[in-house]
């Protein structure tokens, strides 16, 4: 059975720093590795996404303050989250994409930046 658990999530304010962690078992081949996130009356928004290849994306609203990295070892993600806004409060969910090409979520870490 596929888990995702994700940690590091909580309260900090505006211009401070989190790291958010996703742990992925009961899966070997796992294709890409990714965070969205989803603040209250939105829809859920892609964050960021790195390849097996190490190859990533961001989304326009955080190029240049988050930083995805992942070590493959562990099939773990992280999520470096710096010069954080207001804006950026959100449930982060973590998912990654099996090479059969199936989509597993994880349960979502709460991020709240107060101003």
């Known amino acids: 059975q596929v888990q995702l658990v994700e940690s590091g999530g909580g309260l900090v304010q505006a211009g401070g720093s989190l790291r958010l962690s996703c742990a992925a078992s009961?899966?070997?081949?796992?294709?890409?590795m990714l965070w969205y996130r989803q603040a209250p009356g939105n829809e859920r928004e892609f964050v960021a996404r790195?390849?097996?290849?190490?190859?990533?994306n961001y989304a326009a609203s955080v190029e240049g303050r988050f930083t995805i990295s992942r070590d493959n070892a562990k099939n773990t993600v992280y999520l470096q989250m710096n010069s954080l806004k207001p804006e950026d409060t959100a449930v982060y969910y973590c998912?990654?994409?099996?090479?059969?090409?199936?989509?597993?979520w994880g349960q979502g870490t709460q991020v709240t930046v107060s101003s």
């Open positions: 998912s990654l994409v099996a090479r059969s090409g199936r989509n597993y």
């Open positions: 009961g899966i070997l081949s796992i294709d890409a």
């Open positions: 790195i390849f097996s290849s190490g190859r990533t």
